[in-house]
């Protein structure tokens, strides 16, 4: 069973200006020379921490992890009372991808996303496959209306109703007609009275139920209040929108993914991201391999899911 290689730090480091006030955080560890690989994180608005370097040899990989925009260390954030999301859409962060790349002076890299980062991968190499020597996603979520409605709308409450109990409570009884809807009205109040405590439920919802069994490390990260007010905020402004994407688009367009090597990892029990999304992209991608682990939920670091995730790392090292 592999599982995390050892603590590494960047040795590069540095804020990418890429254009509408925005700048995003961005670091490169392991072998300077190495194959490069561009790690991109969940949520929207999760950030990134040092175990996702860990998932990658230090000695073969040129491992590029970033912050996408209003998250993490990236500037403005979106827990800042000014902040604005207009900007931060899909099509802006595929750019910032490729921004980034050309800063780095990368000319192909392999790029590894899991949950919302399988979305955003999916949607950049799609769009630039040219420039993707690889793709391994994980937990694949793809916004369609059907993935938004099981987890945001009732149809995981099935699971978890001690749970939805609380993710419901902040909602006056009347607006839970739509609870994305509701959340956006919240989130957005400029009163941290109200948007402070709705985003602490939608963030403890979801990190109660990504993992197998209980973290209570992980609800703590999701739970902190700074954190929780721009991961909340950003998750849901993309949710409302669906991503900008038209429905069920990511899937519908696999096929120009053709000829780049794939490798599709997804929890059995992943009650977030379930195993019909990453099902249905297998069907419309069959040259990828598909593996199921048969213990795991969602999270990137549960044993099953590591384990699948480094071999295939270690397999495309080269």
């Keep these: 069973m592999r599982t995390f290689y050892p603590e590494i730090e960047p040795y590069a480091s540095g804020l990418l200006d890429v254009g509408d006030g925005q700048r ?37 990989y040129r491992i590029v992890l970033f912050d996408q925009r209003g998250c993490g260390q990236s500037l403005p954030h979106a827990s800042d009372p000014e902040a604005d999301l207009s900007s931060n859409t899909s099509a802006n962060l595929v750019a ?123 609800v703590a990260t999701f739970t902190q209040p ?22 069920g688009q990511l899937i519908r367009d696999a096929g120009r993914l053709s000829g780049i090597p794939g490798v599709i990892v997804q929890g059995r029990y992943d009650a977030c991201t379930p195993p019909m999304t990453a099902w249905d992209l297998h069907r419309a991608w069959p040259e990828a391999e598909f593996q199921m682990i048969p213990d795991a939920g969602h999270a990137f670091d549960e044993p099953g899911i590591l384990d699948a995730l480094i071999e295939a790392t270690d397999r495309f090292a080269g």
């Design 24 to 60: 995003i955080h961005w670091e490169t560890s392991g072998n300077p020379d190495g194959k490069p690989v561009v790690f991109l994180h969940g949520g929207p608005g999760a950030g990134t921490n040092p175990s996702q370097r860990r998932a990658f040899d230090p000695a073969k």
């Design 96 to 218: 910032d991808i490729e921004r980034l790349r050309g800063h780095l002076g990368v000319e192909r890299w392999m790029v590894f996303g899991g949950s919302w980062g399988s979305s955003l991968g999916l949607a950049y190499a799609e769009t630039h496959p040219e420039r993707v020597t690889e793709l391994i996603l994980r937990g694949i979520f793809t916004l369609r209306k059907m993935e938004l409605d099981w987890f945001y709308e009732g149809g995981a409450a099935a699971l978890f109703p001690d749970l939805w109990e609380g993710f419901l409570e902040p909602v006056p009884p009347a607006e839970r007609g739509h609870l994305i809807e509701a959340y956006g009205r919240l989130l957005n109040d400029p009163n941290p009275a109200v948007h402070g405590p709705a985003a602490v439920a939608w963030s403890r919802w979801e990190s109660s139920t990504i993992t197998l069994l209980p973290r209570p490390d992980v």
């Design 226 to 247: 700074k954190y929780a007010v721009a991961f909340a905020r950003i998750e849901n402004h993309y949710f409302r929108h669906g991503g900008w994407w038209e429905e």
